[in-house]
Structures are given as structure tokens and as C-alpha cells.
């Protein structure tokens, strides 16, 4: 077992010499009343390869948090009241709460289709047009981050509004093998607030420059980054159905969580009322 020989002088503090081993052979860490924290305890909560110095403030600080624990539950036993103390009804409060959520948790991970199909999430996105316009750009673009003294610069900047497939290959394969940095973003729709972090500008300068022209440049001394918008959606008009794909797919499963867990819930006191485990008495007024 590895030893902790940095901590003795910290667990001197805590524990006498006399009583530093018990009869087990394994060291004792701390103490408070009966509670004790031996080595064993600690060792297996250090990582491998620490330096003596990170493992002794490592144990020191889990020494600090094992006393504090024991020295609140103590202060807490002698300063609240009996009501306060007992937390009987809480626990069991507590403990019928994480059961109930571990069987609607199982329940859901037996019955939940989760296949949404094409046809679904676009008549949902149809359905509810109106939760998909933002105040905002969505645009397909590429950018590049060119230093202006590359040999290439020129030919890069030349073909960046590139858009026949041969062409854009081509201009690619260039800016792959000598720009700084190259993205399509992966052909997706992007909010212009990707785009402007990409190019270390501002929101509101990004939303003009694209709003006028597709292809554009931000140069400095040093670097110069290119942007070509290859689509584009203005502020307030409907965002493409394939931008929020995954977020209507969420909603949809979300959805059928909803209706899963109502139908189970229904079915529970259905069965339990026909079964006579659950009765409910009327009165007459």
C-alpha cells in the first residue's frame, strides 16, 4: 500500500503517536469521538504520479472536509432542537422521490421510440413556424485566416467566392495545405454570432457586413481573414428547417416522454382502483 510520508507531521496535529497505529496495522489519518479516519481511507482517493507536496495538500484538504462533516453533525446534535433534529420525514420524503424517479427512468428507457422520421420533423416545423424566427442571421459560409504575406494570399483571395464544386475543391485543397486556418463550419447553418467569433469581430459589424455583401474581408498587418457567405437568412425571417433539425428532434422526443410518463401515471391508478389498492371514499354532503 503506498504510504502517505509527507502527511505524518499534518497527522501528528490530530492523532498521538501512541495511538497513531490500531490493531489492524493500518495508520489512523484523524479522529473525532469515535469516528476515525484511517490511511486506507485516504490512500485510494490519491491519484497516481503526485508529488509528495500535491499529495500531502490533497489529504490535508480531504482530512479538513472529513472533520468538518463530523464537526457539523456534532455542533448540529447539540444546538438544534429535537423537531429540528429529526429528519425522519424528509429521508423518506427523499428516498420515495428517487425511487419514483427510478422507475419512471426505467419505464422510459423500455417504451421511448426514439426514431423521429423526416416527415415528422418537418410538419412539426411547419406547425410551429413561428418559434423558429430569430432576431439574428443564420448563414452557410466559409472562412479563411491568411497571413497577406503568403505567396498564396492572392490566388486564395481571388477564388474565395469559389462555388462550382471543381472550383471550390480546388480552392480548398489550397487553403488546407497553406492558410492559417480553413472552416466551412462542416456545410451547416451557423448564427452569425459563430461566424463573428471565428473572426475576432463584433456582432453588430459582422450582422452589417453580410447583411451587404457575401464575400468580404478583416485585415490587419498580420492576418487577414476572408468570409464568404454561401447562404443566408436575414434577422426575422424563417430559419432553414435543417438549422434547428436536431432541436426539433429533441422537442419531439421530449414529447413523447410527456405523453409516456401521463399514460403510465394513468394506468397506475387505473389498475390500482379496478385492483382495489387504491379506494376512495365519497361522502354524501
Same mark, same amino acid.
Given at each position: ?12 496535529? &490530530? $492523532?498521538?503517536? +501512541? ?10 489519518? !484523524?479522529?473525532?469521538?469515535? =469516528? #476515525? ?108 485566416? &491568411? $497571413?497577406?504575406? +503568403? ?10 467566392? !469559389?462555388?462550382?464544386?471543381? =472550383? #471550390? ?117
Amino acid at each position: 500500500m503506498k504510504r502517505i510520508v509527507p502527511l505524518i507531521a499534518a497527522i501528528m496535529l &490530530v $492523532s498521538s503517536c +501512541s495511538s497513531f497505529l490500531n490493531h489492524y496495522g493500518d495508520r489512523k489519518v !484523524a479522529a473525532i469521538g469515535r =469516528d #476515525v479516519l484511517y490511511e486506507s481511507d485516504v490512500v485510494k482517493l490519491l491519484p497516481e504520479n503526485v508529488s509528495s507536496e500535491d499529495s500531502a495538500k490533497m489529504v490535508r484538504r480531504y482530512v479538513d472536509t472529513w472533520a468538518m462533516s463530523k464537526l457539523m453533525l456534532l455542533k448540529a446534535g447539540k444546538e438544534l432542537s429535537k423537531s429540528d433534529r429529526n429528519v425522519d420525514a424528509q429521508i423518506e420524503d427523499y428516498r420515495r422521490n428517487l425511487l419514483g424517479f427510478r422507475y419512471e427512468k426505467a419505464y422510459i428507457e423500455a417504451n421511448l421510440d426514439t426514431v423521429v422520421t423526416d416527415a415528422e420533423i418537418g410538419k412539426y416545423y411547419q406547425d410551429h413556424s413561428a418559434n423558429y424566427v430569430f432576431p439574428y442571421s443564420i448563414v452557410k459560409a466559409r472562412v479563411a485566416r &491568411v $497571413s497577406p504575406k +503568403s505567396p498564396y494570399y492572392e490566388m486564395i483571395l481571388g477564388d474565395f467566392d !469559389a462555388v462550382e464544386k471543381d =472550383d #471550390v475543391s480546388r480552392l480548398e485543397k489550397i487553403c488546407y495545405d497553406s492558410a492559417e486556418r480553413y472552416t466551412d463550419f462542416g456545410g451547416k447553418w451557423i448564427p452569425v454570432s459563430t461566424l463573428a467569433k471565428e473572426i475576432d469581430e463584433d456582432l453588430l459589424t459582422c450582422e452589417s457586413e453580410i447583411a451587404h455583401k457575401s464575400l468580404f474581408e478583416k485585415k490587419d498587418e498580420t492576418t487577414s481573414y476572408l468570409v464568404f457567405v454561401t447562404e443566408y437568412v436575414a434577422p426575422d425571417e424563417l430559419s432553414p428547417v435543417e438549422y434547428n433539425w436536431d432541436n426539433i428532434k429533441e422537442t419531439i422526443i421530449n414529447k413523447r416522454k410527456q405523453d409516456l410518463l401521463a399514460k403510465m401515471e394513468q394506468e397506475l391508478l387505473e389498475d390500482a382502483l379496478v385492483n382495489k389498492t387504491l379506494k376512495i371514499y365519497e361522502y354524501d354532503e
